[in-house]
């Protein structure tokens, strides 16, 4: 199989030579190019339709990552847009007071949501988790928390410890998902002293292969929870939504006391929640002070009740389910006939090509040039993040996207053979 051209991202290398000279880093966070394959990738994006990407050279890509979550339905979906051009137009979004689409959101996601009685808007998922966390410390009158998974970028959970006092996380302690033995054993030493689990339902780790629960693992850990009186909060800031209207706690059968969740709720329009059961959350009312200047701000609150129609409508997640599981079956024949190492983890609306461990780390090397044919091929997924399909990914962007896949896996097939 041959090997494809790199693109050309001349306009891209130069942005991002000015960005050096007046952001740190160029770019922030995830968005920076060890993110992805640095000197493969784009830096600057120009626009986006559907699943469809142009970045500022011209080259244009199918798109898998979604925004990191939020498109679920599609870029500039225009029945969403114009309802918020219409609500910019017509009334106006920034205000000192609040408008009436908090209590119709709120109302919604109640009907949705099966721990959802009541509701807090934010803006961004670090919010969201940041206040269920300080939620759960004022109703519990206790300090400790045990974690599972990514919860933003606040002092209590990041990774990067630059800039943060010890005693901002020296209370926080981690545990991996499906291993219930290890939450047991930290529980045993900290039970009493614990104000909250918080947990991603579904097993999404940074880097690595994607979980669904084990069987008892969502049940046990509910039963942990009551049994030393933590407030257990599901971090469903990717999966509610996504792989239900309800989130994975609906998919799955079992309630937390405290959700947190945004990304695909508004199709890329900032606004996240903390939602949940009456007595928890009213600790929010009587014993903390949460508040911003953009968190009642109307834009995104239409956005959001305007996607979950369009959602509810047409059954958005059913056509993801539905075409995504498809699309998984004919992903894993492509890595059963290319013996590579790689591995397909993760249920329909969001999976993961990772590359098995091996002694020589050969698997880095296969990754690389797995994910560098594809994103030279037009298709844009990155080795560093799981992927999302959203609903305006039709068959034939999908068919187009196997036959990316095995062309990129027969070229790693064949040089490492
Ligand atoms: C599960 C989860 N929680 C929290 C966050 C933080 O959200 P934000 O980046 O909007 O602060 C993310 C972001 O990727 C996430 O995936």
């Known amino acids: 199989m041959k090997e494809m051209e790199k693109l050309n991202i001349t306009k891209s290398r130069e942005l991002f030579e000015e960005a050096m000279t007046l952001v740190p880093g160029g770019v922030l966070g995830a968005r920076k190019p060890g993110d992805f394959i ?38 500039r979906e225009e029945e969403v847009d114009d309802a918020v051009y219409k609500q910019i137009k017509d009334k106006g979004f920034c205000f000192t007071l609040t408008q009436k689409y908090q209590n119709l959101l709120a109302k919604k996601l109640t009907e949705l949501v099966p721990s959802a009685e009541l509701s807090i808007f934010l803006k961004t998922g670090s919010d969201a988790t940041t206040a269920g966390i300080r939620i759960a410390r004022a109703y519990t009158n206790k300090l400790k928390v045990m974690r599972c998974g990514y919860h933003g970028w606040h002092d209590w959970c990041v990774e990067m410890k630059g800039g ?73 800031i990717r999966t509610c939504f996504r792989l239900s209207m309800g989130g994975a706690q609906k998919l799955y059968g079992v309630t937390p006391d405290l959700t947190v969740l945004g990304k695909a709720m508004a199709n890329g329009y900032p606004i996240s929640v903390v939602t949940g059961k009456k007595d928890v959350m009213m600790a929010a009312a009587h014993k903390l002070f949460i508040s911003s200047t953009f968190f009642p701000n109307s834009d995104a609150f ?84 799981h992927a999302y399909i959203s609903y305006r990914h039709t068959e034939k962007d999908l068919e187009l996207t196997l036959n990316a896949i095995d062309e990129s896996l027969a070229y790693v097939e064949q040089k490492y053979s």
Request: with cysteine.
């Open 302 to 385: 239409v956005a959001a009740l305007k996607t979950i129609e369009i959602m509810e409508r047409e059954d958005v997640l059913g056509n993801i389910w539905e075409k995504g599981a498809r699309f998984m079956g004919q992903i894993q024949a492509l890595l059963d006939k290319h013996d590579v190492g790689a591995e397909l983890t993760g249920v329909a609306p969001m999976f993961y090509i990772t590359f098995a461990k091996d002694e020589t780390g050969a698997y880095k090397g296969k990754r690389t040039d797995f994910y560098t044919q594809l994103i030279r091929r037009g298709f844009f997924f990155t080795p560093y993040h």
């Open 38 to 75: 640095d000197g493969e990738y784009p830096i600057f994006i120009e626009s986006g339709q559907g699943c469809r990407l142009i970045d500022v050279d011209g080259n244009e890509f199918i798109d898998y990552l979604c925004g990191y979550g939020p498109i679920i339905l599609g870029y």
């Open 164 to 236: 943060i006092p010890s005693k901002f996380y020296e209370d926080v302690f981690e545990f991996q998902y499906n291993d219930l033995d290890q939450l047991e054993v930290l529980m045993a030493a900290h039970g009493d002293d614990t104000a909250a689990i918080i947990m991603t339902p579904f097993g999404h780790p940074n880097h690595k292969k994607m979980q669904t629960p084990g069987p008892g693992f969502l049940e046990g850990v509910r039963k942990i929870a009551d049994q030393y009186g933590a407030v257990l909060i599901y971090d469903e």
